[in-house]
């Protein structure tokens, strides 16, 4: 995990080559486009779909042939690797890889073998079992969220909605097995363990029906919990349901923001989210590989988290969501 001060570095970095990209757009217009890959799990997911568009959007922007391929259906990590494999056998300018797991190794490093540029965006999974035998992979650029400081972020700005006396807090996790959630939990429980809010972890499921009978049998078992943080929407949005049906005044954070966590965020069932807004995170990785395929210029580290949305703001971030930019 990169740290906050390497993070906004390479931001600063990042939107200084973009300028750069836009301006010279002009002198490398005669050249032929090159095209770089954008390999995603999935296109069924509405998020996917944002990163598609965010994608699309930096091919017009800075002059590229963008090719976004995801499988037909989202069955896991396995299913990317033929697309990389496609990918290289097509030799682009680069390929931006979510780099989801261990399993995404081999195909990374035929890549870099094969001397095509490749960035990571979305996930960068290298803990654990997940650590890769190449070390050049872990010197790869990454635009995404920082999950853990994501976590932390989050909760400190939603402890304000919080009674100022340390009451619990439950913190459900929709996919327990998904290190990315645990990461996010991290950061949330350092939040609350500097202030001594205590906490209980929910494991939950992907079902939200299935999970607004499990928050329910916890809010009712332990009338104690004051605050409910979801480590993403399928884990608040019935959180949120059952606090609104039952005028419960239990305030719920949540990561990421959909058409149905936007909805609950203006009728105030959702105190706060955060976006880690994956449109940028396509975007800044094409950008990337333009840069380097224009002007030599290393890929760089983003971070496209850490955006607080709240009823002050969810009018703007709705607007986002409807141009398919969050």
């Keep these: ?11 600063g970095v990042g939107m200084a080559a973009l300028a750069l990209a836009a301006l010279g757009g002009n002198t490398v217009a005669a050249q032929e486009k090159p095209t770089v890959y ?13 990163e598609q568009n965010g994608a699309k959007q930096a091919g017009q922007d800075f002059g590229v042939n963008v090719a976004f391929e995801a499988p037909a259906q989202d069955t896991g990590d396995a299913a990317m690797v033929p697309l990389i494999q496609a990918a290289i056998a097509a030799k682009p300018a680069g390929i931006a890889i979510d780099y989801t797991s261990k399993t995404m190794e081999a195909a990374t490093v035929a890549a870099l073998d094969a001397g095509i ?3 990571l965006y979305n996930n960068n999974r290298f803990e654990g079992p997940n650590a890769p035998g190449d070390k050049r992979i ?51 429980k350092r939040a609350l ?22 928050i329910s049998a916890a809010l009712q078992a332990d009338t104690g919990i004051c605050g409910i943080v979801g480590l993403g929407n399928p884990a608040a949005n019935p959180a949120a349901k059952y606090v609104g049906e039952n005028g419960l005044k239990i305030p719920v954070a949540t990561f990421d923001v959909g058409a149905e966590a936007a909805k609950r965020i203006k009728d105030g069932t959702l105190t ?40 002050r703001n969810i009018g703007v971030v709705q607007a986002c969501i409807d141009a398919g930019r969050c």
Excluded at 1 to 11: E, F, I, K, Q, S
């Design 138 to 188: 872990l010197g790869l650029s990454f635009v995404g969220q920082d999950e853990s400081m994501s976590g932390e972020t989050l909760t400190k700005a939603w402890l304000a909605s919080l009674p100022a006396k340390p009451c619990k807090v439950l913190i459900v996790n929709p996919f327990p097995t998904a290190f990315v959630l645990t990461l996010r939990g991290d950061g949330v």
């Design 1 to 11: 995990m990169a740290t906050h001060r390497t993070w906004t570095r390479g931001l």
């Design 117 to 119: 540029p490749v960035v």
């Design 193 to 214: 363990d500097a202030v001594h809010y205590p906490h209980d972890d929910l494991a939950a499921t992907g079902d939200e029906g299935q999970n607004l009978s499990l």
């Design 272 to 311: 706060m989210a955060i976006n880690q807004q994956p449109f940028l995170q396509s975007y800044f990785a094409v950008a990337n590989m333009v840069n380097q395929a224009k002007y030599s210029l290393s890929p760089v580290n983003i971070n496209t988290g850490t955006s607080i949305v709240t009823t």
């Design 38 to 50: 954008v390999i995603a799990p999935s296109l069924t997911d509405p998020f996917w779909i944002t």
